[in-house]
């Protein structure tokens, strides 16, 4: 009982906000795994009175408090529909780094989240190397969502239809050679510049989304400071308690961005803005360091990219030029640029219909709703709302490993509702939702496609430069 003695002291870190909770329930009204465990401790309540008990040494082992913390999204949906205002999810972060220090990590995550995820170099060979023996692995089985599955069975990935590594990373294809320099733009007519944070899925599987947040950049006369080295947010190691490797990669990216003043962090990864904005300055232990002030400053100056386009440029708005500039046609204009059929070239309105799904981490994290919507209007799509945007698509991260029937049945439920607006085309600003989107839709043969709002931003731009 000695060691369960020390971790109740541990646990009592968290007794101010534990004790906030009032068991009203009402967190398993919008809980996705409770909605398809119907398991009390499946439910933030549930969870909240297991750490309870830990504190109050109720318990012989810890293992099975352990087990039901990691059947969790890390969604917020119920810490966003919490009447107390519990912050379940800093709660749940904090107690896994607990259970971790507590209980050490396995062999195989500090290899993966210590010895690759927290060397962005040694993390750049392990990912190119899986993306050029692909083909070794997958099936012919190309789909509207271009995943792939496996020629075998494999304990984590079967039965998945998964986005592979991209040929070329976005950092490959922006950096030319080990010798080349951070890219480092001042500003254009805008007066404004921005550090752009890439996050680990956008410059290895989909880099095309950073190469349209560049191009939409530069079209609005931004500076950009794109230091090279850039890897993960963190959010992976931190998810699973990992507070060493987490703070490891928090340190990494202060001494990249910290050479260079810029008035924005912008990024187009939900999470990594969540995790900026949220856990960089929460989590990080390093009081002697130095960090801490930067860290908040940095806190202050993330946005998403949908939200920064919204707010900081002026987009493109639709106008009606009338007989002397083309016969009423609609095209495009923006108020510091000629109009765009000066030179011929005009965009008549695409009539293709877009559903958005808000992501857990922008919507019920940060409050970002209304920006990603607006962008996708600006692009001239017809949007059309599914019935509750905001449901958690199921991913979560290692969740969807680990816990992949659940995940798929939350997924399952997210593809239907994406099904029945008719849409050609699902925008969601989240990388990790993109690839259970995608992984849903190809399972139920569905044409439908998945992009993110600036990659339609962007292809709408190009239709009048």
């Not at 890390?74 to 009447?83: D, E, F, K, T, V």
């Not at 020629?151 to 976005?170: D, G, T, V, W």
């Not at 009081?287 to 100056?301: F, I, M, R, T, V």
Request: aromatic share 8%; proline share 4%.
């Amino acid at each position: 009982m000695a060691g369960m003695n020390e971790l109740a002291e541990l646990v009592r870190e968290l007794e101010n906000q534990l004790v906030i909770c009032i068991r009203c329930g009402m967190c398993q009204a919008v809980c996705p795994v409770f909605e398809q465990t119907k398991k009390e401790a499946d439910v933030a309540r549930g969870k909240l009175a297991l750490l309870d008990g830990l504190m109050k040494n109720s318990f012989s082992n810890a293992d099975g408090v352990k087990e039901r913390l990691d059947r969790c999204l890390l969604c917020g949906s119920c810490a966003a529909n919490c009447p107390s205002g519990v912050n379940v999810l800093e709660i749940f972060i904090r107690a896994r780094a607990i259970l971790a220090e507590y209980s050490g990590l396995s062999p195989v995550k500090k290899i993966i989240f210590r010895k690759m995820l927290a060397k962005p170099e040694t993390f750049d060979r392990i990912t190119r190397l899986a993306g050029r023996s692909r083909k070794i692995f997958i099936k012919d089985d190309k789909n509207a969502q271009n995943t792939e599955s496996l020629k075998f069975i494999s304990p984590l990935i079967s039965q998945r239809h998964f986005l592979p590594m991209a040929e070329n990373s976005l950092h490959s294809t922006v950096f030319k050679g080990k010798n080349s320099l951070d890219i480092n733009i001042s500003p254009g007519r805008s007066g404004i510049k921005v550090a752009f944070f890439t996050g680990c899925l956008i410059d290895k599987i989909f880099p095309q989304i950073g190469r349209a947040c560049l191009d939409v950049l530069n079209f609005h006369g931004v500076g950009v400071y794109l230091p090279k080295n850039q890897g993960c947010c963190g959010i992976p190691a931190m998810a699973s308690g990992d507070l060493p490797a987490f703070e490891t990669l928090v340190e990494h990216h202060i001494k990249l961005f910290e050479k260079e003043n810029f008035d924005y962090l912008v990024t187009a990864c939900a999470t990594c803005t969540s995790t900026i904005k949220k856990l960089w300055p929460t989590m990080y232990r390093g009081e002697k360091s130095g960090y801490k002030k930067y860290l908040k400053e940095l806190s202050g100056k993330t946005l998403d990219i949908n939200q920064f386009l919204i707010n900081h440029c002026a987009l493109p708005k639709k106008v009606n030029i009338g007989a002397s500039g083309g016969g009423g046609i609609e095209a495009w204009s923006e108020n510091f640029l000629i109009h765009a059929n000066a030179n011929g070239k005009t965009m008549s309105e695409q009539k293709e219909i877009v559903t958005y799904h808000d992501p857990c981490h922008l919507k019920k994290s940060l409050g970002v709703a209304d920006e990603p919507r607006a962008l996708i209007k600006a692009s001239g799509y017809n949007l059309r709302e599914m019935a509750s945007p905001d449901r958690c698509c199921g991913m979560g991260g290692s969740f969807n490993l680990f816990h992949y029937d659940l995940s798929s049945k939350i997924g399952y439920l997210k593809q239907k509702d994406i099904a029945y607006t008719h849409c050609s085309i699902v925008a969601t600003g989240c990388p990790a939702c993109m690839m259970q989107i995608s992984d849903m839709l190809a399972k139920n043969n569905l044409e439908i496609k998945v992009k993110h709002p600036v990659e339609l931003y962007a292809e709408s731009l190009r239709n009048i430069i």
